[in-house]
């Protein structure tokens, strides 16, 4: 992850078609071709030689103090005034983001369409979003708001001293990660769109689980755990296939953040410390960001396959050092 090796998968059905000229009665025809922009961010640090630098045996987490959007520090985009799809992922080691999109030292309302790989079922208005590593979100901007030549900054303005997790407090002046300029002429019409509805969500009813189970993400024995164990070849659950469970998944600690990733299935998060999500989590998800002592339960449905599957702490430095749980859907 920290060389790179990240990247994306785009899918696209009868729904998001990934063309907005698609005149089907279902296509939502949101900005699409090369209006619909991956944008993998990460940071890293670097030694006097310009070659990367990773200290490989800090087991608390790593932070870089530079801000690379698709592998380069600090670029800048030259966009069309018109909306664009922006997907946004969080690919660093250790660090969490809290990012505004600015104009003129303003910060500026954007329109959040998806979370993880899923479209949510409503379009979220946000001045902000912050993503925990593997983290997604999806937004649109339309840059047609804004003067021709128009500089805006995509910033971070969360403080990180460490890799265990952010500080309580933010930057007096935010990181800038990426540079958007409106200068480039409109190559032709925009017939991208933003409904007030984009996907129906499947049901997800808690009466339907056949037990509830708790997973605590902490530290033992001077190493990263899951239910104070370390990562083994022993299943830690087995749920049955065509069941569904609640997952608890739980940070008691306020020393660290734990963005928990549970492979094979997206689950939907019921309640976050107690009360409903917000609206930009209401959607289907794989990753389920800890802050310091946060508890999310979460709805899982085991359909379609049987198989060994993990579920681990996307602070990579954490799950390299052992939070990591294998667990089984059995027949």
Known sequence: V?????????????IDTGDENDQSSTALRLPSGDYDVPLLISDKQFDSSGYLAFDQFNGDGFVGDKW???GKIQPRFHVEPRKYRLRLLAAATSRVWDLQLRWQNRVQNVIQIANDGNLLPSPVLRSNVTLGNAERADLVVDFSRFPVGSELFLTNRLKHLDGRKPENDFLATPDQVLKFIVDKPLAGPDNSRVLGRLRELPPANPAEAVTTRNFNFGRSGGVWTVNDRESDTRPIATPKKGTAEIWNLINSSGGWSHPVHIHFEEGRILQRNGAAP????????DVFML??????QVFLRFRDFTGKYVMHCHNTIYEDHSMMARWDIVD
Request: charged share 25%; aromatic share 14%.
């Open 278 to 285: 917000p609206a930009h989590e209401r959607g289907r998800k």
């Open 68 to 70: 690379l959007v698709n």
């Open 291 to 296: 802050g310091p002592n946060e508890r999310v």
């Open 2 to 14: 920290y060389r790179g090796m990240a990247g994306f998968f785009l899918a696209f059905d009868h």
